[in-house]
């Protein structure tokens, strides 16, 4: 217990203060960065900041559910969609560094909060734990598609990794289906959309 627990102090650290690594080629990094004014650039980095603290809240839901979970399946779920989140954190870091922008200053409240909650998800069962994956991804997914949106056209590099984080997202939700997730009750949804608002404005500017 002693062993694990100092393993998974050890993750905590590494995912909000170490670089990312991915194992794939970064989306668009063959891609010529788009000539914006600071007003476009500030704004990217801006969305870019919240996706990369939405990467971090994502290990640590994973982490806590992943704690939690008896079913080998699930557990296996949860590893998988935490390494793909961990390529993401490196794609978002890389593209901030690219803005010229920086990462939220309030990542290890995020992580803190959201392993809270995994911690919490995982207490109610392996079914329920990989109904709180999938409604995690698939409001992830539809974040990710508000964000292309709002990106400038010309911005070519952001719009290949918000690509392929939203086509990772959704096969993570569809493993969690698979697997035999249940559906969330509709007020648990709200109030996971209800939090994803405060970490979406605050992490914009900070």
Request: negative net charge; proline residues 4%; contains cysteine.
């Amino acid at each position: 217990m002693i062993d694990n627990a100092i393993l998974q102090f050890d993750r905590a650290l590494r995912t909000v203060f170490a670089p990312a690594r991915s194992l794939r080629p970064v989306p668009g990094d063959d891609m010529p960065d788009a000539v914006m004014d600071d007003t476009q650039r500030k704004h990217v980095a801006g969305l870019m900041r919240i996706n990369h603290c939405g990467e971090i809240c994502a290990q640590a839901l994973y982490q806590g559910q992943a704690i939690m979970s008896e079913d080998p399946a699930t557990r296996e779920a949860l590893e998988q969609a935490s390494r793909e989140e961990t390529e993401h954190l490196a794609w978002t870091e890389q593209r901030l560094g690219e803005l010229g922008s920086r990462k939220s200053l309030l990542n290890p409240l995020w992580y803190g909060g959201a392993l809270a909650i995994g911690l919490l998800a995982g207490r109610f069962g392996d079914r329920w734990n990989l109904g709180f994956l999938a409604e995690t991804e698939r409001q992830v997914e539809a974040h990710l598609k508000g964000h292309l949106d709002k990106l400038p056209e010309e911005d070519r590099k952001s719009r290949a990794i918000l690509d392929q984080m939203k086509v990772d997202e959704a096969g993570h939700a569809d493993t969690a289906v698979h697997l035999g997730a249940h559906e969330l009750p509709a007020p648990v949804k709200v109030a996971m959309k209800v939090a994803s608002k405060v970490m979406t404005r605050t992490a914009y500017y900070l």
